[in-house]
């Protein structure tokens, strides 16, 4: 489904974001992007979806490049809005209609879908959310916004789901229901995170960004865990100091701050 080849992208000429990354991705796996903050995991995210290109190396979807020309060929990137979607950091930032029933259905309707009442209702009543539909957005909780957005890009019936941060603004309970629903969700999906006790159960194949070093790991999240040389080098574990009375100690963390 993805493939990059050295792929290069900086924010200008102190400010690389990306450096030299090259992996793949086939149909129908699920994959947790690790990294501390700096490292690109947005960067990349956006890259995936189109909002910026490699300045140097590859990146292709379905064996097509994708490039500056290729999103103007209005078939391709017809395709390419459908089958890829991303949810940003914050949800609220992708809400701009009046009610939730025009929020889910406007890519639909925007890429001329059939089927939009009922893709909307279907999805809406799967995200639990199908009383809101008259609802302003902007009036809405946390989770409720999250779920919003989720129901408005799955009723595009995509290939490819790409979330950046996704349990950052949500309390326990719907972290809780999140990871359930993607847990079940049939679908490739890339979730960006630097909640290490989150990753397993958020893909079985994880990606480690350095935060100058590009690529640090791509392997299975099982062996990731017990490698701590990486964790290290990814700035994803830290120590500090222990005190028990007189005595004092220290040893590893993860970083499950978001």
Same mark, same amino acid.
């Given at each position: ?8 992208? /900086? ?6 974001a990306?450096? =030299?990354?090259s ?22 995210l ?9 300045? *140097? ?5 379905? %064996?097509?490049l !994708?490039s500056a020309?290729?999103?103007? =060929?209005?078939a ?5 809005? &459908?089958?890829? !979607?991303?949810?940003f *950091?914050h949800? $609220? ?10 929020? #889910? /259905?406007?890519?639909?309707? *925007? ?6 009442? %009922?893709? !909307?209702? &279907?999805w ?19 989770g409720?916004?999250?779920? #919003?957005?989720?129901?408005a890009?799955? /009723? ?11 349990? $950052? ?29 989150? $990753? ?36 994803? #574990? ?9 005595? %004092? ?10």
């Amino acid at each position: 489904m993805i493939e990059l080849a050295g792929v290069h992208y /900086a924010y200008g000429p102190d400010a690389p974001a990306l450096n =030299d990354l090259s992996f793949r991705v086939d149909c129908g796996e699920k994959l947790v992007l690790l990294g501390a903050n700096g490292s690109g995991k947005s960067t990349l995210l956006k890259l995936l979806y189109g909002l910026v290109l490699p300045q *140097q190396g590859s990146f292709r979807y379905r %064996e097509h490049l !994708v490039s500056a020309k290729a999103l103007k =060929d209005k078939a391709f990137a017809r395709r390419f809005r &459908r089958e890829v !979607v991303y949810l940003f *950091q914050h949800p $609220a930032t992708m809400l701009f209609n009046p009610t939730v029933f025009d929020e #889910v /259905a406007f890519g639909l309707r *925007q890429l001329q879908l059939d089927g939009i009442e %009922e893709r !909307v209702r &279907r999805w809406t009543g799967i995200l639990g959310i199908q009383h809101l539909l008259d609802r302003p957005p902007f009036n809405l909780s946390g989770g409720e916004q999250q779920k #919003v957005c989720l129901a408005a890009l799955l /009723a595009l019936e995509p290939d490819l789901l790409l979330l950046d941060e996704p349990t $950052a603004n949500l309390d326990p309970r719907t972290t809780g229901w999140l990871v359930d629903f993607l847990q079940d969700l049939q679908l490739t999906t890339l979730v960006a995170t630097h909640n290490l006790s989150l $990753a397993p159960e958020l893909g079985n194949r994880g990606l480690v960004l350095g935060e100058r070093e590009g690529l640090l790991y791509d392997g299975s999240m099982e062996d990731l865990l017990q490698n701590r040389d990486i964790l290290i080098a990814g700035n994803l #574990v830290h120590t500090h100091r222990h005190r028990h009375g007189a005595m %004092e100690h220290r040893h590893f963390h993860v970083h499950d701050w978001d």
